[in-house]
């Protein structure tokens, strides 16, 4: 075919980056683990089944809505509290369905066949179920534990220690191509189809679009892997020696070490005080307002924005990317 992919990375090219960075995996699970679940109200361990994405309703801060990631969960062995076979847990972020994307950068992400051990907070819902959010989430790689960004979590003795070399491969945001259709009501999309439509007529566009687009798109972040051993430990100064830094040799825990850890610390936690809500893909949804939260006697009386707001709240109601 003559176009191969051109029209494809054409048209999506400006609507999502490949690499997106979030916080460093340093910063995680800095708390015991006895601190971690005496915030919970379930934990298990469990296989992820089906991820959906949705776009919640609209409200004043969001007028076009947000999208929302819905995660089912078989659960493979519980740890605390009441949970059933399966659960569905629902994360601030995902994709709108037009080919835009939103990522928060404390939010994990979640693929079908992935295995983790979580920690989950009932009550009120939020913006993630998740105790600390990406620190309540133990990834299962071939049998072992790595925190929610990849790095091994290689001794559970006192606290979490975690060191190693980072499976940064393993945050993948991964979802359905968007339809033709709703692609190009983005603005900037239609820049680039007016630039096609010079050559092409918007039917071989099209045509060209769905028969060379992939089923999903996917998206990753984390850090690039450089080969730089002190990689091995992130967020360490670079300004460090090899000799001062030196690669970790011992290997993540087994997955059996963490469950048997979390059951001990979940005695000591007494019962869970709230009961974990349920959540329906297939109904809607007001998003979490994070500044209601945050200040409940917030002034909500109406506001004209200054200039410079109203051009960056156009900008951002057209499309011009939805990561955080």
């Known amino acids: 075919m003559k176009c191969d992919l051109k029209v494809f990375f054409l048209l999506t090219g400006l609507v999502f980056s490949s690499n997106v960075f979030a916080h460093s995996a340093a910063d995680s699970n800095n708390e015991q683990l006895q601190t971690l679940v005496n915030q919970s109200d379930a934990i298990f361990y469990g296989e992820v089944k089906e991820v959906l994405y949705r776009m919640s309703e609209t409200t004043k801060r969001s007028p076009r809505g947000i999208p929302h990631t819905f995660v089912k969960y078989q659960i493979l062995a519980g740890i605390r509290g009441a949970v059933s076979r399966e659960l569905t847990l629902?994360?601030?972020?995902?994709t709108d369905g037009k080919g835009g994307v939103m990522l928060q950068s404390n939010?994990?992400?979640?693929?079908?066949?992935?295995?983790?051990?979580?920690?989950?907070?009932?009550?009120?819902?939020?913006?993630?179920?998740?105790?600390?959010?990406?620190?309540?989430?133990?990834?299962?790689?071939?049998g072992r534990v790595y925190n929610g960004w990849g790095v091994?979590?290689?001794?559970?003795?006192?606290?979490?220690?975690?060191?190693?070399?980072?499976?940064?491969?393993?945050?993948?945001?991964?979802?359905?191509?968007?339809?033709?259709?709703d692609l190009i009501t983005r603005p900037e999309i239609q820049e680039s189809l007016k630039a096609l439509m010079a050559t092409m007529s918007l039917k071989q566009i099209k045509r060209e679009y769905e028969a060379n687009a992939p089923k999903t798109i996917k998206v990753t972040y984390g850090f690039s892997d450089s080969g730089d051993q002190r990689l091995d430990n992130?967020?360490?100064?670079?300004?460090i020696s090899t000799s001062e830094n030196r690669p970790e040799t011992r290997a993540a825990i087994p997955v059996s070490e963490l469950i048997s850890a979390l059951r001990a610390a979940s005695r000591k936690a007494g019962k869970p005080r709230n009961?974990?809500?349920?959540?329906?893909?297939?109904?809607?949804?007001?998003?979490?307002e994070?500044?209601?939260?945050?200040?409940?006697?917030?002034?909500?009386?109406?506001?004209?924005p200054t200039a410079e707001e109203d051009a960056e709240q156009k900008s951002m109601l057209e499309g011009d990317d939805l990561e955080n």
Request: proline share 10%.
């Open 290 to 304: 994070w500044e209601l939260a945050i200040a409940p006697n917030i002034d909500d009386k109406p506001r004209t």
């Open 152 to 181: 091994p979590v290689v001794s559970i003795e006192k606290n979490i220690e975690m060191r190693g070399k980072p499976r940064y491969d393993v945050n993948v945001l991964e979802y359905p191509t968007p339809k033709f259709e």
């Open 107 to 142: 939010v994990p992400t979640f693929r079908k066949g992935e295995r983790d051990v979580l920690l989950i907070t009932g009550g009120e819902l939020d913006d993630c179920p998740l105790v600390s959010c990406v620190d309540g989430r133990f990834r299962v790689l071939d």
């Open 275 to 288: 009961k974990v809500l349920l959540v329906d893909p297939d109904k809607r949804f007001a998003p979490y």
């Open 90 to 94: 629902r994360f601030v972020g995902g």
């Open 234 to 239: 992130p967020g360490r100064n670079r300004a």
